[in-house]
């Protein structure tokens, strides 16, 4: 074989076959499944004096004075 047949080859073989496999599928379905059932979180947001902007559990202490 030539080296362009050998370099194909090799290709084909990296990157195997065009489709997910279907495991792969079920489990990003069931993920987004959960994610979807669970309950929106209220978060609050501040700007530090470092000027990095936080987010944090709404209620709870700021992480930054």
């Avoid at 370099?7 to 489709?19: F, K, N, P, R, T």
């Avoid at 599928?25 to 978060?43: G, L």
Wanted: proline fraction near 9%; include cysteine; hydrophobic fraction near 45%.
């Amino acid at each position: 074989m030539n080296e362009m047949t050998n370099l194909v080859m090799l290709l084909i073989a990296m990157h195997g076959s065009a489709q997910s496999p279907a495991p792969a599928y079920r489990y990003a379905v069931a993920a987004q499944a959960a994610v979807d059932k669970r309950p929106a979180m209220k978060t609050d947001a501040v700007i530090c004096k470092d000027g990095q902007l936080h987010t944090f559990p709404a209620g709870h202490p700021k992480p930054c004075i």
